[in-house]
């Protein structure tokens, strides 16, 4: 039995609107200010060589790289933003779910500590190919090589996965 009063309804209800309220304004005058950042991200990452861009992020925007790519993806789909009516707080309801969210961030970030393991040994396996004697060394450091790029190709089929489930849900309707 809950023990708020009558008045106390009216007041949370009151509170509700007001936030709400200005939940809303605040998402319709940030929404192009999103949409320029977009912009702004994918002219950058199209004008430097390819791979660059995430050390560029890194190295100079107060933001990762992950948030750098929904800036870009809000960019690429701002004309149904601007024509929906609850714009982005319609899209954000159509969100994947938090657990597949969590679990797509979980594997972004595995794909990326993988690499960036890859690129801290390239030196030293470089150099280890350059010294080989041995069939079985250069064959050790071959399947090392292997191994990185197996356990890339398995983060991305899980990613995959669970994109291509969200994708078959929103086009049946069910978020």
Do not use: C
């Not at 509170?15 to 005058?29: F, K």
């Not at 679990?103 to 030293?124: G, T, Y």
């Amino acid at each position: 039995m809950s023990t708020a009063t009558p008045a106390t309804q009216d007041q949370t209800a009151d509170e509700i609107r007001v936030l709400h309220a200005e939940v809303v304004h605040a998402l319709q005058a940030n929404l192009p200010k999103a949409i320029r950042i977009g912009k702004l991200l994918q002219a950058q990452k199209a004008s430097l060589p390819h791979g660059a861009f995430t050390a560029w992020i890194e190295g100079n925007l107060p933001f990762t790289p992950r948030t750098a790519r929904n800036y870009m993806r809000v960019f690429d789909i701002r004309d149904r933003l601007k024509t929906e009516m609850v714009s982005v707080l319609g899209k954000a309801y159509k969100l994947p779910e938090p657990g597949d969210a969590e679990q797509l961030n979980r594997i972004s970030d595995e794909m990326a500590d993988v690499v960036a393991r890859a690129r801290a040994r390239l030196p030293e396996l470089t150099l280890a190919l350059a010294t080989v004697t041995t069939i079985d060394e250069a064959h050790a450091i071959m399947e090392e090589a292997g191994a990185v790029g197996g356990r890339l190709g398995e983060l991305r089929l899980r990613g995959d996965r669970i994109a291509g489930r969200i994708l078959a849900e929103v086009e049946r309707g069910r978020r």
